[in-house]
C-alpha cells in the first residue's frame, strides 16, 4: 500500500484545502480548493500537476477554484452524484458509498447530509484518512443549513463510526472558538482541558489545529460525547436523548 502525503493549505480567512500526494502512483488531488493560487504555488514548487479536484459540498468556499484549476492543468472534478448541479465544472459523478480507485487506494464516498443536502465526506480506507469537509471540526461541528438537526446528528455519528485511528481533516479552522463554547458545558473534561491550551499555542505560532483524530474526537468534542451522563446534566437534560442534546447542543452553540 502506498502511503499517501497529505499537506494542508490554508485559504481565505479560516478555509482548508488539501493537496494529497501519491508518490508511487504520481498523481495528485487537491480537495475542497475555494481559491487557486496557494494550490498552484504549492504544485509549483514541487514540480506537481493536479489530476483531480475532490468536492465535499457545494459551498463557495470550497469550489470557487474549480473552473481555474480545469483549464489549468486538465484535471477532473469528483463530486456526490445527488448534488452534481450545484458542483462546478464536476466531471466525475459518485454515487453514495461508491468506491473510487486511486492508486492502490480505495476512497469510499459517503452522503452525510445537515450542512447541506448534498454533502459527502471521502473516507481513504487503507491510509485511514476522512475529509469531512464542515460536517466535523475539531471540537465542533457543522452549521445546520439545508439539513434537519436529526440528518447532521447521523452524519456526525457516521464520522464517529469510523475507526479510532481514522484520522480527520475538516474544511475550516474554528478550533480556539469550539473550545471557548464546549467549555462551559464539559467543565470536567481534562482531556478538553488539555487540548485546549494545546490549540491555543498552535494557534499563537498561527499553525493549523487540524488534523484530528476519531479517538481525539470522542474525547474532547462535545457533538461525539451527547450521550454522556455529565453533558446533558450539564445542559439540564438529564433524561433526554443524544438526539435531543445533540440539537440543544447545537442551538446553544449557534448563538454562542
Ligand atoms: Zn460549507
Ligand atoms: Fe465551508
Redesign the pocket.
Known amino acids: 500500500m502506498s502511503i499517501l502525503n497529505v499537506n494542508i493549505l490554508p485559504c481565505l480567512s479560516d478555509n482548508y484545502s488539501y493537496i494529497i500526494h501519491d508518490k508511487s502512483f504520481n498523481k495528485v488531488i487537491a480537495i475542497d480548493p475555494p481559491v487557486v493560487k496557494p494550490i498552484t504555488n504549492f504544485l509549483k514548487k514541487f514540480n506537481l500537476k493536479l489530476d483531480f479536484i475532490l468536492c465535499t ?1 457545494h ?1 463557495a ?2 469550489v470557487d477554484g474549480n473552473l481555474e484549476l480545469k483549464k489549468i492543468f486538465d484535471c477532473k472534478v469528483i463530486g456526490f452524484e445527488q448534488d452534481s448541479s450545484r458542483i462546478p465544472g464536476i466531471d466525475i459523478k459518485l454515487k453514495n458509498h461508491e468506491i473510487w480507485k486511486f492508486g492502490d487506494e480505495t476512497v469510499k464516498i459517503e452522503h452525510a447530509p445537515g ?2 443536502n448534498g454533502h459527502v465526506f471521502y473516507h481513504f480506507q487503507k491510509n485511514k484518512l476522512a475529509f469531512v ?2 460536517i466535523v471540526f475539531p471540537m465542533g461541528c457543522g452549521r445546520i443549513f439545508e439539513g434537519s438537526t436529526k440528518e447532521m446528528y447521523e452524519s456526525v455519528v457516521k464520522i464517529k463510526n469510523l475507526s479510532n485511528d481514522t484520522t480527520i481533516y475538516s ?1 475550516h479552522e474554528y478550533t480556539i472558538s469550539n473550545s471557548k463554547f464546549f467549555l462551559k458545558f464539559d467543565k470536567n473534561n481534562i482531556k478538553l482541558f488539555e487540548r485546549s491550551k494545546k490549540i491555543l499555542s498552535l494557534r499563537k505560532d498561527n499553525k493549523p489545529t487540524i488534523p484530528t483524530t476519531v479517538q481525539l474526537e470522542k474525547d474532547t468534542n462535545i457533538f461525539f460525547r451527547c450521550e454522556e451522563q455529565d453533558i446533558k446534566n450539564s445542559i439540564n437534560m438529564k433524561n433526554a436523548s443524544s438526539e435531543e442534546v445533540f440539537a440543544k447542543l447545537r442551538e446553544l452553540k449557534d448563538n454562542f
Request: glycine fraction near 22%; proline fraction near 0%; avoid cysteine.
Open positions: 459540498h459551498h468556499d470550497h450542512h447541506t469537509g464542515d474544511g
